[in-house]
């Protein structure tokens, strides 16, 4: 069995293999050969800590496995990351451990591939602006991702508390972006591509504040509950997801679906048009809005690809299991 540590993580993936699997994996559910399991996350009732399993199998490329992990709101005060997560994968022919990962950083990554895949696929071509709400752990891998996507000109962001949004500007730098630190409306004027990555339970982008044309990559939203734009632009948007299932239960498209704005057929799998079986954006004016919930096959296709990498630069661990 291959153990890879969480330090070695960010010396071996890169943006471009996060990419490479979440799109690899995102066809591979469309066509019906990757399947999530069904989420499980309880509060267990020690330490305030939500702790569940995220998992599937790619019978494509043979993934199996699970992410298990959750949040622990004590661990920053101890020094560590409130968010912990190990991906664990196994031999689909015999079922013995495969591999255990360090999930955290993975996390961060595939959640911003998916949003970069998003913006591959259905963003304008002529994308100049990038907007980014949010401003906390996630957000800067977004803004990485995302911003490698069309040739951006410029980048525009809000926050709740806009003296958070230092790091995006640092990001932002280094890419040889300018930076604006905007208000919503301003955000949605400017804007040919929005990221939204909040832990919002309120819509804070209205279908009024986005122009014709946009892509939004709804990434925040992964709980019953949150929401973070409006049931208007979702009802303004062509929709689509990673899975339709979370779409409607935990992702975006829970409250308009709950109250009828859209269709469970409305949603598309991005899958579908990564495989050439939908069209994607149908005009230069259309909105598009990709529900990004997060499934546990993306996590198992990082890990899957971070084995890979670390065999090939012999820093994985192997133990007899
Ligand atoms: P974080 O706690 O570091 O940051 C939270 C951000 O949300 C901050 O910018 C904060 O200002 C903002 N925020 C919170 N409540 C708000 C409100 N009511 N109105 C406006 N802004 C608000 O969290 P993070 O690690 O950056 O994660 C952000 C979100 O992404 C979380 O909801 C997390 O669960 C989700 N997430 C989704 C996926 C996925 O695959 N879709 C993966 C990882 C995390």
Redesign the pocket.
């Known amino acids: 069995m291959i153990i890879v540590p969480e330090k070695e993580i960010a010396a071996l993936m890169t943006r471009s293999a996060a990419f490479e699997a979440v799109e690899k994996v995102f066809a591979s559910m469309a066509s019906g050969s990757a399947y999530n399991f069904p989420v499980i996350r309880e509060a267990i009732g020690h330490a305030d800590a939500l702790y569940g399993f995220k998992s599937g199998f790619d019978r494509a490329a043979l993934n199996l496995g699970l992410k298990s992990g959750g949040y622990w709101p004590g661990n920053a005060a101890k020094g560590i990351t409130n968010?912990q997560s190990t991906i664990f994968l196994f031999d689909a022919d015999t079922g013995k451990c495969r591999a255990i990962v360090g999930g955290n950083l993975l996390?961060?990554l595939?959640?911003a591939a998916?949003a970069a895949v998003s913006v591959a696929h259905l963003a304008r071509q002529d994308a100049k602006v990038l907007g980014i709400?949010?401003?906390?752990?996630?957000?800067s891998y977004q803004l990485r991702a995302v911003a490698e996507q069309r040739g951006f000109e410029k980048i525009v962001a809000w926050?709740?508390?806009p003296e958070?949004l230092d790091g995006l500007r640092d990001v932002a730098a280094e890419l040889g972006l300018p930076f604006e630190s905007v208000t919503l409306d301003e955000l949605g004027a400017q804007s040919d591509v929005i990221v939204t990555?909040?832990?919002?339970?309120?819509p804070?982008l209205r279908a009024a504040q986005v122009r014709p044309g946009t892509h939004i990559a709804c990434?925040?939203?992964?709980?019953k509950g949150?929401q973070e734009v409006d049931n208007a632009l979702v009802g303004a948007a062509n929709v689509f997801t990673d899975e339709r299932a979370q779409s409607i239960s935990i992702g975006e498209c829970q409250h308009a679906i709950a109250d009828r704005t859209i269709q469970e057929a409305d949603i598309t799998e991005l899958g579908a048009v990564i495989n050439g079986d939908h069209p994607g954006r149908g005009s230069d004016v259309e909105i598009t809005l990709f529900d990004?919930?997060?499934v546990g096959l993306?996590d198992l296709a990082v890990a899957s690809s971070v084995v890979d990498l670390a065999v090939e630069k012999g820093v994985a661990l192997e133990v007899e299991f």
Not at 197 to 202: H, K, L, V
Request: cysteine-free.
């Open positions: 968010h996390t961060a595939r959640t998916a709400i949010g401003a906390g752990h996630q957000a926050n709740r508390s958070k990555i909040t832990s919002s339970f309120d804070i990434m925040g939203t992964d709980t949150k990004g919930t997060g993306q």
